[in-house]
């Protein structure tokens, strides 16, 4: 097989988890940046808002290689997307795939269901609560916590801090109350 | 010059060390040295779209155990990170510039149980932790810019309760 057909296919992850491990010591060797990306968010706080709140009068400019770091992210998404999309149709657990139908999800063609993802729904409860309060959730509870999957679980218990163990267990425990309980009662309001 | 700049620096950021992915380079990057980042980013989201870490199925598979994907890649992340940073500390491999590799010790504080919690509860909703926010939006999910926006004012309105929150 080519390779490149080999590239467009899901990587496993014995492949993406190391090239995602790996991440680690090649900022800290090019240039001693500790892995992080939600302080990005506090970055463009600073940069955009800072409305003069202590917590964000630094000097962003410092942490200007974070930023970069996240439109690098975002450009490899585009590229992934445009030039390495999967031949194959997605693949998902078939258990998974029949919980979220008894919540009213149909579409398991792409990533992301269009039931919750199609742009008509910003305005909707639904945009509400999946984008609006979600994403609060997620820049609100990352800056609280210090940090997110990549500077907690990643970075931090790469260099075994208890600190990001505990926020790591918080992380997933609250992932666990959102889906198992939550969901379900989430869904039924639409 | 060198010198001033390190100077302002140095002074009157006391937050500084509180920041999850501190730059330790002493010498200043100029505007092409921090391509390299954006370099390392593009890989790092292609990766992220390529083994569908930003699929919000893979999410809700992960918090249902329907699948060891999403366990696997974060677990051998850990693995391969843990080992860069033994290999790095016990040999004291320098940095490209000559520096010395920095590491923070992190300090326990509530916020990483409640602030923890909260992220967990958003991370089941939206289906993205930040990194995978960018990838999505990059991938053509242009909805997502809403959950980017709300996570930014989620972090805005953080730092302005910061001194009224249990910490």
Known sequence: MELIELIKKPWPWYVAGPLIGLTVPTLLLIGNKSFGISSSLRHICAACFPANISFFKYDWKKEIWNLFFV???????F???????NPDDFVIS????AALRELGIQ???????ADLFALENILSLKGFIFFVFGGFLVGFGTRWA???TSGHAIMGLSTLQLPSLIATC??????????QVLLPFIFKLF | MATNQTNTNTVSFPEHLVCDAPNDMVKRESTLGNLKYLVVGVMFGIVFVKAEIISWFRIQEMFRLHSFHMYGVIGSAVVVGMISVFLIKKFNIKTL?????QFHPKKFMRGQIYGGLLFGLGWGITGACPGPLFAQIGSGYVA??????SAIAGTWTYGLLKDRLPN
């Open chain 1, 71 to 77: 439109v690098g992210v975002l450009v490899g998404g």
């Open chain 1, 79 to 85: 590229l992934a997307t445009q030039f390495l999309e």
């Open chain 1, 94 to 97: 078939e258990k998974t795939i």
């Open chain 1, 107 to 113: 579409d398991f063609k792409g990533l992301m269901p």
């Open chain 1, 146 to 148: 210090g940090g997110c």
């Open chain 1, 170 to 179: 918080c992380f997933m425990i609250g992932g666990f109350v959102m889906v």
């Open chain 2, 97 to 101: 510039a000559g520096e010395t590799v």
């Open chain 2, 144 to 149: 997502v810019i809403v959950t980017l926006l």
